[in-house]
């Protein structure tokens, strides 16, 4: 347990705390919540104004308001089932998306189409050195291995920026099992408080 004198001083180093200063700081914490989306209300999710049940969960609470003690006990292990759902497909798509779509890096001819989609200034480096190499009674070898290395850097981005995107979506996906464990518990919860209090 933290003193007076800890939390008066806690208080005192959150008081001068501002955030990011820079720009880029300010821009990347502006999306710590919207991740993946799972943190967000069940209602927004789904896209319903506040105060009004999204047909889905309509339907799930009157299939099982027999089965429980009132009907708004039954609303809210509907409102418990679809957000397990949610998380569940969740969990499925981020581990598609960073474990089975993701089969390695390209190499070879697929490496070089894969940077030419991603950097027009890769095929106008190689119409320059093309141009040179044909026009040329005497190419410049030091402008054309200018060229290269420049190409060359094109494709150790690209690289970096694929193994970047990966590491995200297994991040993603690591979050979003989390989600779908407090999911299961809620859920396994309300089943539990709704069977306790039947008498």
Known sequence: MATD????????????????RSERGKRAIALNAVKHGLSIPLASALGQPDGQDHPALQAIAELIAP???SQETARRIALTILEFERN?????EFFMSCCVESQGLPAGAE???????RYPEY???QE???EELLLSARPDKRWIVKGMKIMQNLQQEFIQARQQ???EAVKRWKSSQRYLKRAANQLAKALRTDTHSQP
Do not use: F, H, W
Request: proline content about 2%.
């Open 5 to 20: 004198r800890q939390v008066q001083a806690n208080r005192a180093n959150a008081k001068r705390s501002s955030g990011p």
């Open 111 to 117: 490496l070089v189409e894969a940077v030419r989609q």
């Open 67 to 69: 089965e429980c003690t």
């Open 165 to 167: 995107e990966q590491t």
């Open 123 to 125: 095929d106008m480096m």
């Open 88 to 92: 569940e497909i969740a969990q499925r």
């Open 128 to 130: 320059l050195i093309d």
